[in-house]
T-cell receptor
């Protein structure tokens, strides 16, 4: 089946620290991969995406590379800010029977302290 | 564009009561979905729709009904609420062939 496994949180970092949130997936076929972010009290927003192997998605200083050989899509940022405090969800999209579905990981809560 | 809107923002129900969570989008998206978010569980798909008049079950459909009479609206109905349905509910929409799903702000539901 299709599933996403991401590192459990919570993750607490100091401002300007390096961030890695691991994400691995299991899927039939070649899914598109996403990172969504949920700020406190809000819905999810797309952070970045990659649609094929070796693609690198990037946005707001965050990056993730689609690694087909390791079935991974780890999220990284070189220097986090307090405003990056949020819950981060890794997800994959599969197309089955003409419909498209997103499968989410359980989320990783990040807290960045000044 | 307002994007994806959800009402109400917060609701308290007693066990056995019924209610409808509203979701609307003004982007003319074909796909619409309902998710529930529970601590430590991520988001789980309840029901989805690929267009007006077409709906299908997701991962956790029991206890919920949906209909899609228009492209814009995708209400989620709880016929007889149970405490296990206490959760945050998110509606999302997307355009066929595009990668991004757009999420509403969520409805927080408490069933006593």
């Amino acid at each position: 089946g299709n599933s996403v496994t991401q590192m459990e949180g919570p993750v607490t970092l100091s401002e300007e620290a390096f961030l890695t949130i691991n994400c691995t997936y299991t899927a039939t076929g070649y899914p598109s991969l996403f990172w969504y972010v949920q700020y406190p009290g809000e819905g999810l927003q797309l952070l970045l995406k990659a649609t094929k192997a070796d693609d690198k998605g990037s946005n707001k200083g965050f990056e993730a590379t689609y690694r087909k050989e390791t079935t991974s899509f780890h999220l990284e940022k070189g220097s986090v800010q307090v405003s990056d405090s949020a819950v981060y969800f890794c997800a994959l999209k599969v197309t089955q029977g003409g419909s498209e579905k997103l499968v989410f990981g359980k989320g990783t809560k990040l807290t960045v302290n000044p | 564009n307002a994007g994806v809107t959800q009402t109400p923002k917060f609701q308290v129900l007693k066990t056995g009561q019924s209610m409808t969570l509203q979701c609307a989008q003004d982007m003319n998206h074909e796909y619409m979905s309902w998710y529930r978010q529970d601590p430590g569980m991520g988001l789980r798909l309840i029901h989805y729709s690929v267009g007006a008049g077409i709906t299908d079950q997701g991962e956790v459909p029991n206890g919920y009904n949906v209909s899609r009479s228009t492209t814009e609206d995708f209400p989620l109905r709880l016929l007889s609420a149970a405490p296990s349905q206490t959760s945050v509910y998110f509606c999302a929409s997307s355009r066929r062939g595009e990668e991004t799903q757009y999420f509403g702000p969520g409805t927080r539901l408490l069933v006593l």
